[in-house]
T-cell receptor, first 112, second 115 residues
Framework: KQEVTQIPAALSVPEGENLVLNCSFTDSAIYNLQWFRQDPGKGLTSLLLIQSSQREQTSGRLNASLDKSSGRSTLYIAASQPGDSATYLC???????????FGTGTRLKVLA | EAQVTQNPRYLITVTGKKLTVTCSQNMNHEYMSWYRQDPGLGLRQIYYSMNVEVTDKGDVPEGYKVSRKEKRNFPLILESPSPNQTSLYFC??????????????FGPGTRLTVT
């Protein structure tokens, strides 16, 4: 059964720092991996989607990489800002199952 | 504006009283899904639908029903709600699922309390 883990559970950094969030999954048979952010009391906003055949995706200050064989993805945030404070979630869509499995998230706080 | 809407946003009900949470998307998406979010457990998929009339169970389908009669709507039905179904519920949609899956768009959430 697919399990998705995100470490650390919480992270606090000063403004301007570059940071890396980690996501690992146990079954490499996936269609894609998606990163989301969730603000308190709000829904999820999609950040980046990486198809299983891709190695990375970039959007602005965000870069996500995927190493399917090792079951790992990282989300790199450059020059962090207080507005980046949120919970970041990763999710994988299982190959052949069409089900999404989410990690429990990393709660990020960027200090001004 | 492209969006996923859910109604109601907040609901307090009693054990055993049937309820329906509606979900609608205006993006002509094929794939729709329901999730529940609980502290410490994260987001868990309840049901999903690859297209009209095609639905399947997620990881936590017990106590829930869904139907997909139209492409844009995917209601979640709790026939006999129980307190352990108290949770924050999200509906989501994407253009496609599977091999050519696309990013998911989420609704604002429905906070359900069952007493």
């Amino acid at each position: 059964k697919q399990e998705v883990t995100q470490i650390p559970a919480a992270l606090s950094v000063p403004e301007g720092e570059n940071l890396v969030l980690n996501c690992s999954f146990t079954d490499s048979a996936i269609y894609n991996l998606q990163w989301f952010r969730q603000d308190p009391g709000k829904g999820l906003t999609s950040l980046l989607l990486i198809q299983s055949s891709q190695r990375e995706q970039t959007s602005g200050r965000l870069n996500a990489s995927l190493d399917k064989s090792s079951g790992r993805s990282t989300l790199y945030i450059a020059a962090s800002q207080p507005g980046d404070s949120a919970t970041y979630l990763c999710a994988v869509e299982g190959s052949g199952t069409y089900k999404y499995i989410f990690g429990t998230g990393t709660r990020l706080k960027v200090l001004a | 504006e492209a969006q996923v809407t859910q109604n109601p946003r907040y609901l307090i009900t009693v054990t055993g009283k049937k309820l329906t949470v509606t979900c609608s998307q205006n993006m002509n998406h094929e794939y729709m899904s329901w999730y529940r979010q609980d502290p410490g457990l994260g987001l868990r998929q309840i049901y999903y639908s690859m297209n009209v009339e095609v639905t399947d169970k997620g990881d936590v389908p017990e106590g829930y029903k869904v139907s997909r009669k139209e492409k844009r709507n995917f209601p979640l039905i709790l026939e006999s709600p129980s307190p352990n179904q108290t949770s924050l519920y999200f509906c989501a949609s994407s253009r496609r699922g599977g091999r050519f899956g696309d990013e998911q768009y989420f609704g604002p959430g429905t906070r359900l309390t069952v007493t």
